[in-house]
């Protein structure tokens, strides 16, 4: 699994870069599939305080990508958001992968 982490406007510090990937163990706890996650952390210059952080991630999967963002005032609370997000999409992609076909009944003769 390939992780890249990076920042607009703010530099992403060792403690921010472990919280983030201990977040994102819990995906990849619930699906083992994963082959690349790139998350983007940002700070806008906008009036309105309480949307200022953001988080976005894009996660490509076996057959599939995801992507979710999620916006602030602090960027650990974006992340935690985030997190949830992305893992109700990849919860719903692995029980969509799964087989739920079931076998057909054997005739009797």
């Keep these: ?39 983007l952390l940002t700070v806008e210059k906008q009036k309105e305080k309480e949307r200022r952080q953001r988080a976005e991630c894009r996660i490509h999967v076996k057959g599939n990508d995801m992507f979710a963002e999620s916006s602030h005032e602090d960027l650990y609370a974006a992340l935690d958001e985030l997190v949830d997000k992305l893992d109700r999409q990849v919860g719903r992609h692995k029980t969509r992968l799964q087989d739920h076909h079931h076998p057909a009944p054997k005739r009797l003769m």
């Design 1 to 39: 699994m390939n992780l890249t982490i990076s920042g607009h406007h703010l530099e992403v510090t060792p403690a921010l870069r472990s919280y983030v990937t201990t977040k994102l163990d819990r995906i990849t706890r619930h699906f083992d599939q994963v082959v690349d996650i790139k998350v």
